[in-house]
């Protein structure tokens, strides 16, 4: 299907130690839901017809991220890194 003909983005994904070792002194913690984040994605307009698929109930179109397409974690990945780079330069730096 889509996953074997689409071009692979190679996106680095951090390494969990990294991103403990980032937390180090830290006094303030938040977390996020990245489950559904994943759902705040929107497919690019116009490309949803390439995640349509068919069950008994009907044919379906994707209009945001789903699971399993093979650059899902690398394009969320490229949102979460510049979510945060924003937030870090304006929280972290003013301590």
Known sequence: GLNRITRKNRY????????????????????????????????????????AFRTRYGSFEYLVMPFGLTNTPATFQYFMNDIFTTWSTSLWSST
């Open 12 to 51: 680095p994904i951090p390494l969990i130690g990294n991103l403990i070792d980032q937390l180090r002194g830290a006094t303030i913690y938040t977390k996020i839901d990245l489950r559904n984040g994943y759902y705040n994605v929107r497919i690019a307009q116009g490309q949803e017809w390439l995640t």
